[in-house]
């Protein structure tokens, strides 16, 4: 495959260009992943100029579905969106995310939207891995705003979070059990928050969730960043509320522009640090000899040795 033909297309907007370069920045043969490093050095100057939207919260709390309603709305304002999602398990739990064809239908035909289902195998660093450079892509083809859907369970979420510039969380009606989202510290990170499924009989349930969130959260944070969390409700089903969300997230990137500039710079040296960190296991891996390390291991598992002491032990004898 030729990089340059393929950052052609993709910088055109083709879809099927698109396409081709996340199953190719996704692919681990080497020689694909050569490719896949020219194909991103190449589309970086294009990067940039969109607007990154974690979407979080637990399972069923209508993730696939706001993002589905949200992102309609967002297309039909004349936006080019592109989803994308974290979720390691999604071959293994049924893929419930964004496989779930009948729930994206209607975004997936759009035009001005691409819907990527998250790569098929990985742990969650590799999936996060090629997350953060699908988005790049997905840029790079025009898309100006990129959602990166979670799984709702922790890990997911933080990897989530250091590759996005607002953190949305979308919680239940009920505020009695989702409060202890509190405790999992997550709503303390989220910058939006949004009681979903405000409709029908559980509108009203969802106007107390939001006033207790409002209150809790108001007791929670000092309020002396330049951005206050808000908290909304909508409905995914009926669209009430959703247009409101969509304002609040355009007050967030205009107000925040520079806090977003710099949130960026501190996750593109993160990103960095960690694909050293990668990087340095995998030449770990092929370089040492696979004996010596399984005895190290051994010594470790045993409690003979720190794992620390040993860790550094391998990395210098690598080094020399
Ligand atoms: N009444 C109502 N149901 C909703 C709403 N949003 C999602 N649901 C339903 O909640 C269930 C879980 O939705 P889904 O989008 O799959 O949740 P996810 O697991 O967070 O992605 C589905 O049956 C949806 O139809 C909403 O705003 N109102
Ligand atoms: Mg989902």
């Known amino acids: 495959m030729e990089p340059d033909a393929l950052a052609d297309g993709v910088r055109r907007g083709d879809r099927r260009a698109l396409a081709r370069a996340i199953t190719l920045i996704e692919s681990r043969r080497e020689d694909h992943r050569r490719t896949a490093e020219d194909l991103l050095t190449l589309l970086m100057p294009a990067?940039?100029?969109s607007i990154r939207i974690a979407v979080s919260g637990v399972p069923g709390v209508g993730k696939s579905t706001f993002i589905e309603t949200f992102g309609r709305h967002l297309t039909a304002a004349g936006h080019r969106l592109a989803v994308l999602a974290i979720d390691p398990s999604s071959q293994r739990s049924g893929g419930s995310i964004l496989g779930d064809k009948t729930r994206m239908e209607a975004l997936s035909r759009d035009p001005a939207a691409f819907v990527r289902p998250s790569p098929a195998q990985g742990t969650l660093?590799?999936?996060?891995?090629?997350?953060r450079e699908a988005i790049l892509l997905c840029e790079a083809a025009g898309h100006d705003v990129v959602i990166v859907e979670t799984v709702g369970v922790g890990q997911s979420e933080i990897a989530a979070a250091g590759m996005t510039d607002l953190f949305l969380l979308l919680l239940l009606p009920g505020a009695g059990d989702e409060l202890q989202g509190i405790k999992r510290g997550i709503v303390e990170v989220a910058d939006l928050l949004v009681v979903n499924k405000a409709d029908g009989a559980m509108a009203g349930a969802a106007n107390h969730a939001a006033a207790e969130y409002r209150h809790a959260l108001s007791l929670l944070r000092s309020g002396t960043g330049a951005w206050t969390p808000e908290?909304?409700?909508?409905?995914?089903?009926?669209?009430?509320?959703?247009?409101?969300?969509?304002?609040?997230?355009?007050?967030?990137?205009?107000?925040?522009?520079?806090?977003i500039a710099e949130r960026r710079r501190a996750q593109a040296r993160d990103w960095l640090w960690s694909e050293i960190g990668e990087a340095v296991r995998e030449a770990m891996g092929r370089r040492l000899d696979a004996?010596?390390?399984?005895?190290?291991?051994?010594?470790?598992?045993?409690?003979?040795?720190?794992?620390?002491?040993?860790?550094r032990r391998l990395v210098e004898s690598m080094i020399k």
Request: overall charge positive; charged content about 20%.
């Open 47 to 49: 990067t940039g100029a």
């Open 291 to 311: 004996a010596s390390v399984s005895a190290v291991e051994c010594e470790v598992a045993e409690g003979r040795l720190p794992g620390s002491v040993a860790a």
């Open 125 to 131: 660093g590799g999936v996060a891995r090629r997350t």
């Open 231 to 259: 908290i909304l409700q909508c409905s995914s089903v009926t669209g009430e509320g959703i247009g409101k969300v969509a304002a609040a997230v355009e007050r967030y990137r205009t107000t925040m522009a520079s806090a």
